[in-house]
């Protein structure tokens, strides 16, 4: 049995459900207060996850922190297609890399998301630089990897974990005041991924229209 | 330079591929930002990126391929009009068809989509324009003034092929353009063109240049003061855009099309293409007819066959009766291909509801005409809906590729006796519950199995949606009263033999009317005393017995006197 410890104003914790549900994983889901409530920095929260981060996931006795792993651990579990976190060591260590941008973004827009709508202290000016500098990269491979023929942001022919854990945070920049109308390659790529089948959304995150092929 | 709101040239504002199919993409010009999309028949839209409604971005909207759908309440408008065509929480279920976004000028051309500010200049091909095969380099935003990106672009060109600056914030050098599209005071985009085709090499050296001089030109804009950001006003849309034309207004105003088809659609059913002489006709709603002005004088109401945002011609569906009176059959009979005709705006009175969990759409014969419309519309928003088509035989299905390429649940019934036509109504509608909708079209019989069927089976009248094309029923015209118009304080006798809506031409009143024979609700007046005759098969039910509005071409009066709201 998996249970989700959740905020569903989290990105992060948003990326496991969005996986889940493209994998059609069942799990249970308990709500962490995470704004205003501070529940990730309770006891018995800490005693879960000692670093205080939401989210995490509990597998039967398994317990499990930090988004990206989790995704990993998912993916690597009950993704009996393999395609989602493939095993490839070439593939596996390009899905890290954009694993780890992920986590730029989240240390940049969604620090600007989190200064602008739940009151952090951050310093929001150079947060949305930062975002911005990412997007502008982004932006750039995925033109070059739609000239390639490369719809996604590693270069198997399929979605993979690295677009879930990019996803979520580059949707919510808006909340940070970070506009994407300067990356129209990214914005395309969100359509993409809105179009998974499975896909579902989340408060500030709403599907994409249907594409023209299914339509 | 200084930036002007009102600059009418022609900048580039996006590559063509940035317009993927069902893609909304976000540009912004001369301070104003855009909603940019293209609909599946090809055509790409420039608007103003905001909902008419909150004001809420139309660049996170929906592009259904024939309209585009706010995200937020779910207002919808149409491709190439920019007119609204449905509003969630409308009394009527229609919005006035004249709500309208504001539009920009439009043109895709060697790669690149061009606007401008307004509608000042026409569009012309830059020097040398023609005869590439042109290819658009990665666009590259660049935070720095417009004028600034230009003069650091002009530095790029070999010291022995100066860079040729072209009006319009262009410059050339060899075989190579680059349009720099003033998106505000202090923001651009640099476009670049190539003449041919590069390969993948070339792109990477072109971006990374381009990257760097990006790069130096953010660290200079970064050290000078920021210039004023450009403010374009959000104009209010106008009256006349944005309200419901007055019932008591004439609705004189006529377009003239061109009859572009004439076919036979099916065995008795001709099918009509009626196109715009130029541009596009206006907005349409499913369900929506328009009068045709016929050769003879006669006008008749013919529904539209069309899906959303198809907006370049009008196809309609005209039965072809040997016992016709004249109305349809000298359409039938003498009007040609490149004829043209009169023809009014669009009108709806048979709006269809896009909330609903089920649509049940059931058309008998040439019934299928507005049915087919509500189709595609359900169609291209992905909504559930079955459609059930019943005719005497097989040869009499009308539009059948048409129906053949919706998504739905589309069923024949083919050659059903009458009793079989009701037991297959009565499973089809099934047990009313919450959000079904049932629309239907067809003979007047079939109408009233369908009303009475679904009545029977829980169907509140709310959810009973029809259209009769004619009245049937032999109008008792015998009676003899008075009519007091309010408005116009003018008291009228009605003598049995005349209508009161003849009585009321005499007397040199203008009021609005097309069927005349109470089917099509143009002549619909509020009724403040007075006990009325209807006759119409317009309204329904309780609208009759409430007795506070009537059709003044076919109803007439109870009591002595009624009080009209006009």
Redesign the interface.
């Known amino acids: 049995m998996i249970t989700l410890y959740d905020f569903e104003l989290s990105g992060n914790c948003y990326k496991l459900r969005l996986l889940m549900s493209i994998l059609k994983l069942r799990c249970d889901i308990i709500p962490v207060d995470f704004y205003p409530g501070r529940q990730h920095k309770a006891d018995w929260f800490l005693r879960l996850n000692p670093f205080g981060q939401l989210p995490v996931l509990k597998d039967d006795e398994l317990i499990l922190s930090d988004s990206g792993a989790i995704l990993a651990y998912l993916a690597k579990t009950y993704d009996e297609t393999g395609l989602w976190f493939p095993d490839d060591p070439a593939v596996t260590s390009e899905v890290l890399r954009w694993h780890a941008v992920a986590d730029d973004i989240t240390s940049t827009a969604s620090a600007a998301r989190l200064a602008l709508g739940f009151f952090y202290d951050f310093d929001i000016e150079k947060a949305q630089k930062g975002a911005h500098r990412i997007f502008r990269l982004m932006d750039e491979h995925l033109w070059f990897g739609e000239k390639m023929g490369r719809d996604w942001l590693c270069s198997p022919a399929h979605p993979t974990t690295a677009d879930i854990a990019c996803f979520p945070y580059v949707m919510l920049s808006e909340e940070g005041g970070i506009g994407r109308q300067d990356y129209p390659a990214l914005r395309r790529w969100t359509d993409r991924v809105r179009r998974i089948p499975g896909f579902v959304v989340m408060s500030g995150i709403f599907p994409a229209g249907r594409a023209l092929e299914q339509a | 330079m200084t930036l002007s709101l009102s600059d009418p040239t022609w900048y580039p504002i ?1 590559s063509s ?2 317009l ?4 909304v ?4 010009l001369l301070g104003r ?1 855009l909603a940019v999309w293209r609909a ?1 028949d090809g055509n790409v839209n420039v608007w103003e990126n905001r909902c008419l409604h909150r004001g809420v971005r139309l ?2 909207g ?4 024939g309209e585009l ?1 706010c ?1 937020y309440h779910g207002w919808r408008y149409a491709n190439r009009s920019a007119g609204c065509t449905y509003i969630p929480a409308h009394p009527a279920d229609a919005p006035a068809r004249r709500i309208e976004n504001r539009t920009y000028p439009v043109r895709e051309a060697y790669g690149l989509i061009w606007s401008a500010a307004n509608d000042d200049q026409p569009f012309r091909p830059f020097a040398g324009a023609e005869g590439y095969d042109w290819f658009p380099l ?2 590259m ?1 660049v935070n720095a003034a417009p004028e600034d990106v230009l003069a650091a672009i002009a530095r790029l060109a070999p010291d022995d092929q100066p860079a040729d600056i072209l009006p319009g914030l262009a410059i050339r050098f060899g075989g190579t353009y680059y349009f720099v599209q003033p998106v505000d005071a202090s923001r651009a ?1 640099i476009r670049g063109l190539l003449s041919t085709q590069p390969d ?1 090499a070339t ?2 050296s072109n ?1 990374e240049t381009l ?1 760097k001089l990006r790069d130096r030109l953010e660290r200079l804009a970064a050290r000078k003061p920021a210039p004023t950001p450009l403010q374009p006003a959000f104009d209010k849309v106008s009256a006349d855009l944005a309200t419901m034309p007055d019932i008591a207004i004439p609705r004189g105003n006529t377009i003239t099309v061109v009859v572009k088809r004439k076919w036979t659609s099916a065995d008795g059913v001709i099918g009509f293409e009626l196109a715009a002489r130029d541009g596009h006709l206006p907005t349409f709603q499913p369900g929506a007819h328009i009068d045709v002005h016929l050769p003879n004088g006669m006008t008749r109401q013919y529904s539209l066959t069309n899906g959303p945002g198809e907006l370049m011609s009008y196809i309609i569906g005209v039965k072809q009766e040997s016992a016709s009176k004249g109305g349809s059959k000298v359409l039938v009979e003498t009007v040609r291909e490149g004829d043209l005709l009169s023809i009014s705006e669009p009108r709806n009175n048979f709006p269809l509801r896009r909330d609903a969990v089920r649509s049940v759409l059931i058309a008998g014969g040439i019934g299928i005409t507005p049915l087919l419309s509500m189709a595609r519309f359900l169609d ?1 928003s ?1 909504l559930p809906y079955e459609l059930h088509y019943f005719t005497r035989a097989g040869e009499q299905v009308a539009f059948r590729g048409d129906l053949e390429a919706l ?1 739905g649940k589309v069923i024949l019934h083919t050659g059903l006796p009458r009793a079989q036509i009701g037991t297959t109504i009565a499973t089809t509608l099934g047990q009313w519950s919450f959000a079904q909708h049932v629309y239907v079209c067809g003979p007047a019989a079939m109408l009233e199995t369908v009303r009475d069927t679904a009545a029977a089976q829980g169907w509140p009248e709310e959810s009973i949606h029809y259209e009769y094309f004619k009245n049937d029923k032999v109008i008792d015209d015998s009676s003899a009263f008075d009519v007091e118009l309010a408005r116009s304080a003018m008291t009228l006798h009605i003598p049995s033999g005349k209508t009161i809506l003849e009585v009321m031409r005499e007397a040199g009143l203008t009021v609005p009317s097309s069927c005349e024979q109470g089917a099509c609700g143009t002549c619909l007046t509020r009724v403040m005393e007075g006990e009325v005759d209807h006759q119409d098969v317009y309204l329904n039910k309780s609208e009759k017995v409430s007795n506070s509005c009537m059709m003044t071409c076919v109803s007439r009066a109870k009591s002595a006197r009624l009080v009209l709201d006009i």
Do not use: C, M, T, W
Request: without cysteine; charged residues 30%.
């Open positions: 996006a591929e940035d993927p199919f069902r893609h993409y976000q540009g912004q930002e599946d660049s996170i929906i592009n259904e391929g759908k995200q990665r666009p935003p985009v993948l792109l990477r971006n990257s291209k992905s998504h």
